[in-house]
């Protein structure tokens, strides 16, 4: 059993209260523009840290985290990538992946809005944690944590933060 929590977009910004909400997990994932590879080792060191680069991430990020990764977490397979799209709405790129790997999970980050919801068609379930940083247009910073046992998702949580209140 797993217990994960799953960030995005900190965009150079992982404050103490995100690190709070993540506190009990045992490894953080992060669906990529990191900001910072000073973030990345702030977050790296914090907890065991699955990740893939964004389109602002730089190679200080790039060189440690790749575009996208397939892996398995406790009998789900996970497909992660930065840039994804919703059920009917997907990036041509991440539809690409869906079909080759059929993953049981598909994580993206990117829109800097929080969405969890199950395709029906590609049978999976689609989590983009929103945005854990300050930059974007966003009013609310988002992640969240679940557990993974038995190849089901459990007690998904939600911790939100307002944008502006950074204290």
């Not at 985290?65 to 892996?71: E, N």
Request: glycine share 10%.
């Amino acid at each position: 059993m797993a217990y994960i929590g799953l960030i995005s977009d900190t965009h150079g910004y992982f404050d103490e209260k995100v690190r709070r909400f993540l506190e009990p997990v045992d490894v953080v994932w992060h669906a990529g523009d990191f900001g910072t590879g000073a973030v990345m080792q702030e977050i790296a060191s914090f907890k065991p840290l699955v990740g893939v680069y964004g389109n602002c991430d730089g190679y200080d990020v790039r060189d440690y985290h790749p575009v996208m990764r397939f892996f398995e977490q406790d009998g789900m397979s996970v497909l992660m990538t930065h840039i994804g799209g919703y059920p009917g709405r997907y990036d041509y790129r991440a539809l690409r992946l869906i079909e080759a790997y059929r993953p049981q999970i598909f994580v993206c980050g990117h829109s800097h809005i929080l969405k969890v919801v199950r395709d029906q068609h590609y049978d999976m379930m689609v989590l983009n944690p929103g945005a854990a940083g300050i930059q974007g247009f966003h009013l609310v910073r988002t992640a969240l944590r679940f557990r993974i046992e038995d190849g089901e998702l459990k007690d998904m949580e939600v911790g939100e933060w307002d944008r502006n209140n950074q204290i």
